[in-house]
């Protein structure tokens, strides 16, 4: 389905409810509040609802605050799944969802999206879903604000690592060059992203760089975070989204990983590569997936065995590759 069928769905509804999946990322809280305010430009009422309160490090963006958590029933027509690759990842929102009452539409970039919604856009060749909102907003024909604009260039910024993934298309840049021609001001979001590091965090990080570990002759990297660590540095498991990246960081690793132990007995795995090795793919073998360079999976069990377990089945696969 075109975005222009999505774009036409949208602006027949006058109530709608935004959500996306859980362990929010920066694409997936910037594309959630961009939308919503394209569409209350238009005069819809817009509520945003997740399972997972949004990580302080994006508590600079514009309306973060009306992300809401509590799970209750909602007024709305019309549920817009955002970055999600299947229905169940927007978790304990499902239980707001009614199929009897509400249409689904589903806008996306993952290219393990299952084409879930009445109403489905799935490109795997977008950068980000904050991406596909721009886009959106043109068949809108909405102007952005500036504030929609800085929205929007935080979602672009996160999903390419600054620009540097190999998702940076000719049209990404275009598009985040005509944000900044829109009011967002790209070194001041930078700055936010990646220069206000508390610094329990860069202790954190020492301690994982120290611990960092390569397999397969060099190409895989991994590093894994323990509840005792994250208890001793008094540090929140979902502000480490960007910790994967110093693993892919590696000379030579093409494919970089790190394990993080959740409380629950849960072992969140993120993969990244430098392009060459499809991670969806990787993270598929233990029920995840993702992108080509960026995905995820999730183990139940000790760290300890699902390190092994993981470690081994894709340390063979690259040196098979």
Known sequence: MSLSDIAAAVAKHRRILITSHTNPDGDNI????????????????VAILDQDPVPSRYHYLPGWERIATEIKPQAASLLV??????????????????????????????????????????????SSTCELVYRVAQQLNVKLSAEQATILLSGLMTDTGGFRYSSTSPATLRIAAQLVEAGAELAWVAEQLYMQQPANQLRLMG?????????????????????????????????????????????????????????????????????????????????????????GARIKGKLEEVEQQVIAAVAKELVNT
Request: glycine letters at 12%.
């Open 207 to 295: 301690e994982l760089l120290t611990g960092l570990k390569v397999e397969a002759g060099g190409k895989l990297a991994w590093m894994a975070v323990t509840q005792e660590q994250l208890k001793r540095h008094s540090f929140n498991l979902a502000e480490s989204e960007e910790f994967v990246s110093y693993a892919i960081a590696a000379r030579d690793a093409e494919v970089g990983m790190l394990f993080k132990e959740q409380a629950d007995g849960v072992i969140r795995i993120s993969f990244r590569s430098k392009g060459r090795v499809d991670v969806n793919r990787l993270a598929g073998m233990f029920g995840g997936g993702g992108h080509v360079s960026a995905a």
């Open 81 to 126: 799944v955002v970055d999600c690759a299947n229905i169940e990842r927007i978790g304990r929102v499902n239980e707001a969802f009614t199929p009897a009452t509400m249409e689904l539409a589903n806008i996306d970039h993952h290219i393990s999206n299952t084409g879930f919604g009445q109403y489905s856009h799935v490109d795997p060749q977008a």
């Open 30 to 45: 910037g594309s959630q509040l961009g939308l919503a305010s394209i569409l209350e430009s238009l005069g819809k009422r």
